[in-house]
């Protein structure tokens, strides 16, 4: 997609954990965020006190933003496939075609023991990340376009052609306990057809990287971070987006960065320092990277700075794509909306005729 | 112990009032699909226009059911009727954002769900709305949905409500493992023979402190299971002598679980086809059956029952005089039939179509229209039958089923709801801001023995 285009302007993500429960709190942040012209909101989920549902918060964002993408972190060990590929497409419904999925694979004892089975390690993890991802893509296609005919004469309401089984089974080298969905989906195709799903590189291998839209970098500094985007984009090419993983502690109200920077994330690379130093930072990693996911140190303070120096700087020069009005998340990463496999596979013998 | 609960009281005691609920029906033949005024089952507009004019009439609660598997019909995905639906949690979520005051009711089933995710979905629902959210729990009493989930169809028919009742009391305890409203949270162990859970809440307590409990189902397991852990029944019970028959039975189990006469309101599932006048209300009655029932639907109807293709039956004759195929009946088209019944039942039928004179047409629109859920009437004349439903105390109120989408709760809310309350029978204002709160009932409180161990941070 990008690499191939001749426009090198780059998206921005937000991570609005942070934002509490509240509801007043998740639309502030939302809103905030959408303002400030960040092209994707995403919503961390992991097994830590204080926080809600991703999916549900992403939700309850949909009808409040007009063109901001709403991306939730949802898990694919602990959780049922099923399950998971219908609140994923009721999200898309929910907020017009803008919704997302990074796709986590939780190696959490705690999550494990909550719903009473063994924790997943190593290959487990990927194994059951791409599982999960098949079987919601499955179902997303089990109800090809157009399948609600509602035709009077017949009396149809569906096209029943246009239904599909996902007959999904675990593959026999499967780390976990194998398992089956039937399908078809119990709510017809997302809007966007398929929602763009995005992955750590770290889960790529068990995860293939046909089955992702988007890889998510992580790297130990800042400094390391334009490398380790080059080294994954070496490995994807260039039809999967590349985003970077930033923390960002900013210099604001007359206090440094310096002093702030006690809540950033030990893990991650992190940019803590003046708002016009983080523009050139930006500035250079858009080049390389598809997209960067930012992850304030502390919510509002930050995203009051973002919004107000550095975006509009980055827009300025021209890094910045353009926010697009009632566009899609696809649209934003410049992917086409893709036909249901299973019309191509019906569509072949009727071509003929 | 048991002295110092009936201290409740045995006494049941009328409160005088109804409150509407709306049930958006996502899989149905009830829902009019082929009228042009007809909108999208599935667009968030139709939610949005349903829950906020729910919301103007100041209905008590908002309900989306579930089901996890398409119904099929002779072998594949039934054609005729509305289906495909929004998972309940994720719209009710975006709801929450649209919406000020009404009830958010889940129906979510306690087979193919795990205990501590639920209970947290729930509870994050529950708080991102301000204390709105309640769960209507069902059991779901088909093996075939387990084809869509990890644990297949793992629970036996006998088992559902044994399950479904360690399920729920392992979610109260995760939403009642807070010392404060602001923690720190207990840890909730549960060693059970279908599941383990060992889960810390991560959420604290909501306005409502937890979700309001909904539970649909019938069967005296059902009832009882009810009477022992639901704030509210949405209950199969609409006509008047069989609801107060309801109420006597509710009250009866509720009183013996120790809960006391008035711990279970009961809304029954409903239809209202209304107008100025009674002439024009059956008029309309004549229209909106004959759009849910049509040509097709009779003989599909009658398809799951015979097993066979019936197409070249007319739907305006009598009923097949063929016999049904009794192998292929099987419970896997979700109707719930047992095929060693087909041919008694078809003597039956045929017998009953003749008596009466009715054309296969409608023999099935008397078998499946709403016909005991349904009020039809002018405005006035249905809102003296209700105010007789909340002087005897039949009832707490009515969930609706609307079968038009997204316009069919006009009438109720701008014509039956100023008839009721100029009777005194329906609210004026919300009465606070959660669903618990609208419906009257008490702050849960957490018996002793659910303390387990608290956790240190
Ligand atoms: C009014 C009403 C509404 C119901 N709605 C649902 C629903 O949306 N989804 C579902 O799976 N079951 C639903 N049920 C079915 C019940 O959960 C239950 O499985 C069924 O009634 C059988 O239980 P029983 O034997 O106790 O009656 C509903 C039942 C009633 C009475």
Redesign the pocket.
Known sequence: MTASSTNRAGFLAIELDGAGWDGADITRAALAAEWAGFHAATFTDAPAPGRANALQRAAFAGPVTQTIALVPEVDTVYTEPFHVSTQLASLDYVSGGRAGWIVTAAESPEAAAAVGRSSATGVALGQEAAASIEVSRRLWDSWEDGAVIRDVVTGRYIDVDKLHYADYETPADFAGAGYSVKGPSIIPRPLQGQLPVLAPASLLGEVPVVAVDGVLVSAPTAELLGAEVRDVRARVGASVAVIAELGVVLDSRGQAAAARSAGIDGGRAAFAGSAAGLTDFLADLLKKADGVRLHPASLFVDLEELGRLVLPELRRRGVLRPVVQDGTFRDLLGLDRPASRYATAAAAPAAGK | MTQHIRAKSDIFTPSGQLQFGV?FQGVNSGTIWKAPESGSQTDFESFRRIAQTAERGLFAAFF?????RLREHLGRPHALDVVGRPDAQTMLAALAAVTRNIGLVA?Q?TTYNDPADLAHRLASLDLISGGRAAW??????NAWTGANFRRGGYLDHAD??RHAEAFVETAKRIWHSWETAAGPARRVVHEGQHYTVDVTARLPRSAQYRPVLF?????????N?AARQADVI???HPKFDDAVEFRKDLVERSVAAGRGANAVQIM??SEFILAPTAEEALEKKEWVRSLQIGPQQAIAYLEQFWGRELSSYDPDGPLPEIDPVVEETSETRGSGFHGAKARQLADQWRAEAKDKGLSIRQFVTSKTARIDSTFTGSYTAVADQLAEYARVGAVDGF?ISPWLIPTGLDDIVNHLVPELQERGVYPTEYRGSTLREHLGLDTPVRSADEAVEPVRA
Do not use: C, H, K, M
Request: charged content about 20%; aromatic content about 12%; glycine content about 12%.
């Open positions: 049930f989306l059911g579930e089901g996890l129906t089933n209507n729990i069902v059991t779901t009493d559902r409500y539970q649909a189902g019938d069967s005296p397991e059902g009832r299971f949405f209950s199969a029954p599932a969930n």
